[in-house]
């Protein structure tokens, strides 16, 4: 329910628009004066503020003064008498979001509470989004404050410090092995090698030379001796990225270095031990893939000491906005653009789109958005009718001359062919932030 804040010293009116405004499904607390009011607004207020100009004591510009030097996001709508306009539209030039003429229809004024609270949430949201980023920069790698991330870090610690076997499965992107390298940096084994293995990328020719090494003349074109990853990996901690996809005549060679602990090159009279943390991810269900015949079961029971489940970003509650704050820092830092701000297509992406591809999907979110390559949903794009196709599209003429102009509404005007009281109207209509364009 959408809160709102209303002042005016006239009781009548004010028990009148409180009524209406209960009526229309707004939670609503009036006030006979200014300063009441001032002092009752929380710092994190998310709705709008109303308020008539033309008050005893403090009046409405000394209100939206004193607001704006507390939080100058607030929304404030500005309400006056048909001799005021001048006055009100100043006030827009000094921060209001908006303001209506008395006598005004309650759909009107509904109208503006709605864009400035949605303008509101916007900006709540960016300082959101700022903060998570400064969180997840100062703690674990793994971002998140859900359920299933606060028992993921518990459970990977619990993990790293037994140094044993581990298998991780989860989706595309969800950021397997970077859960292997942190059971590898929190273990007993860390300052040791740390050797990932990409299995679906193992070339048909080079695979077993790459993997288990050769000895001195056993392979053509080459008189040297070659140790293998596995043996690089040795003291250590060996990462199967994708073991679901590796070859099923790799994986008979493999289970016997996961077994014995030890690795045969190729051409070497004997096998070479090697001492081994294994840890082996897997997109798809094994047990699925030895059932189909492409998995060798024995190798699945082998791996299968300890499963970790790393959970898809739709299960996540919440995590999505951290995991965007983290990613939009990092884009700022690799691009050199310091000047996002979070639109509201992108808000809204972020809200209701599942994230199939997982973090590594949003991560190219953020960094298209960052760039300003992210598609951004028209205004009033889900309405048929003709008016708000129309008032959308004007809409977008006016932000794109701001945009054009860095805010400067002179050049603007130039450019729109539209007196400056019919743009001002306009851009209190539309919602149209103009300091944004400014910054």
């Known amino acids: 329910m959408t809160d709102v804040i209303f002042v005016e010293d006239d009781e009548p009116l004010r028990v009148a628009t409180t009524q209406a405004l209960q009526l229309a499904g707004y939670r609503v607390t009036s006030h006979a004066d200014a300063q009441a009011a001032l002092n009752a607004i929380p710092s994190d207020f998310a709705g709008a503020i109303v308020s008539d100009i033309r008050m005893p004591g403090m009046d409405g510009l000394a209100f939206l003064d004193a607001i704006r030097a507390s939080d100058p996001d607030l929304s404030v709508i500005l309400v006056t008498g048909h001799g005021d306009v001048a006055m009100a539209v ?3 030039h000094r921060g209001a979001f908006d303001f209506l003429t008395k006598p005004f229809a309650v759909d009107h004024l509904t109208a503006s509470i709605d864009r400035a609270t949605e303008r509101r949430r916007l900006i709540l949201e960016n300082r959101r989004l700022k903060s998570e980023a400064e969180a997840a920069q100062a703690g674990s ?17 619990q993990l790293a410090a037994a140094d044993i076997d581990v298998l991780v499965e989860g989706e595309t992107g ?3 092995e970077l859960v292997a390298s942190l059971l590898h940096r929190q273990g007993p084994r860390r300052g040791r090698p740390f050797v990932a293995v990409n299995c679906g990328a193992l070339s048909d020719g080079l695979a077993e030379f790459e993997l288990f090494g050769h000895a001195a003349d056993s392979v053509p074109h080459t008189r040297l001796s070659r140790d293998g990853q596995i043996v690089g990996a040795s003291g250590g901690t060996l990462l199967l990225d994708e073991i679901d996809s590796m070859p099923l005549r790799l994986q008979t060679r493999l289970l016997r270095v996961i077994e014995e602990r030890e690795v045969h090159p190729i051409g070497e009279p004997r096998p070479i031990a090697v001492d081994l943390r294994i840890v082996a991810t897997t997109k798809t269900d094994l047990s699925s893939a030895v059932a189909a015949g492409t998995f060798r079961a024995d190798l699945f029971y082998r791996l299968d ?3 970790l489940r790393v959970p898809p970003v739709r299960e996540r509650d919440g995590d999505a906005f951290r995991l965007f704050a983290a990613f939009i820092e990092e884009a700022k830092a690799q691009l050199g653009r310091q000047d996002f701000t979070l639109t509201d297509a992108a808000s809204r ?3 209701e789109h599942d994230w199939p591809g997982n973090v590594r999907e949003l991560r190219n979110f953020a960094f298209e958005t960052v760039l300003g390559l992210a598609p951004e949903v028209p205004r009033g794009q889900a309405s048929a009718d003709l008016p708000s196709r129309v008032a959308a599209y004007e809409a977008e003429l006016i932000e794109a001359a701001l945009r054009r102009h860095q805010g400067r509404v002179a050049a603007a005007l130039g450019e729109l062919g539209i007196p400056r009281k019919t743009f001002y109207d306009k851009v209190a209509r539309h919602g149209i932030d103009l300091d944004a364009f400014r910054r």
Request: no cysteine; hydrophobic share 45%.
């Open 90 to 92: 100043s006030a827009l």
């Open 141 to 157: 790698p793994l971002i998140g404050d859900s359920p299933a991330m606060v028992r993921l870090r518990a459970t990977i610690a």
């Open 349 to 351: 992406r972020l809200r």
């Open 174 to 176: 969800t950021g397997k």
């Open 305 to 307: 000491t300890v499963r």
